[in-house]
């Protein structure tokens, strides 16, 4: 949040008020961008989890040698 106040105030300092809004295009876009790409690591679909939980009671369910 930091970062965007701090982008928008050199935005504002350097340009007018009218490249603002551009500016905050291209971050939205990167940050959708980011958040679509990284979904499948940050939210494993459930037939994965399934299919791991089974994996390791299949694990912990094997006699000890």
Known sequence: MA????LGGVVLDGADSGALPWT???LL???LLTATLARRAGFP???RMH???QQG???????ER
């Open 3 to 6: 970062g965007g106040s701090l």
């Open 51 to 53: 299919a791991r939980a």
């Open 29 to 31: 876009t990167a940050s």
């Open 57 to 63: 009671s299949a694990i912990s369910a094997a006699p």
């Open 45 to 47: 679909s459930l037939s």
């Open 24 to 26: 905050a295009s291209a």
